[in-house]
């Protein structure tokens, strides 16, 4: 069964933050552009085979921030995603549709209305352990480096995280993993998707255009 998991789906199991944190606005530099009104739009790339080519899916998520909403004493921004093109169903993928989602800046780390953490520039490279199941760890860790990425909206300079899993009892590391990259001010830029059991990911998320304040 491992070498079939999907190490995107696993992002749904991202640590929480404390309950009692009641941090309620963006930090001052606003690394994530959580700023109402601010809108990026990303396409979606397949591998062709093992070669190192890839093809448009046609796949397009349309994102922007619409508004802010209290929830649990805490003020979110609410991102408001329309996906099309995804006729088919392409793994990695959202359905075609209107998707909703909230998040906000709790003291470096970006984290959703259930609390779970999606990304910190600024948190130890050292392995941290996201979910415990019976037979294998969810693991993610920051990048020791920045490294650059291309996009149809430009070259950036990122931070990243790993996603991987850990296989128990004798922590063989998943061959698969998965990279978010985002810069500072921008947001998210670039995403690498993986199966598990492939050193080459599978889907790439590349940033077309966006409009930040």
Known sequence: MKNYLLLACLTLFFISCSS??????????????????????????????????????NVIDSVKIVDTEEINGNTFFKFRTRTSGNESNQAFCSPNGEHFAYFRDSIGYLIDDRGKIHFSPEGDTEEYVLKTFPSHRLIFNLSEESEVVITPAG???????????????????SIG??????KEGI???????????????????????????
């Open 20 to 57: 009692d944190d009641n941090t309620t606005l963006e930090s001052e530099e606003n690394f994530y552009a959580l700023t109402v009104g601010n809108t990026w739009v990303y396409g979606h790339q397949r591998r062709i085979g093992q070669s190192e080519e890839f093809e448009n899916i």
């Open 155 to 173: 070259d950036f300079d990122c931070y990243w995280m790993n996603l991987f899993i850990r296989y128990d009892p004798d922590s063989e590391r």
């Open 177 to 182: 993993t998965s990279k978010y990259y985002r």
């Open 187 to 213: 947001g998210e830029v670039f995403t690498t998707t993986s199966f598990t059991n492939n050193p080459e990911h599978t889907i790439e998320k590349r940033l077309i255009s966006y409009e930040v304040q």
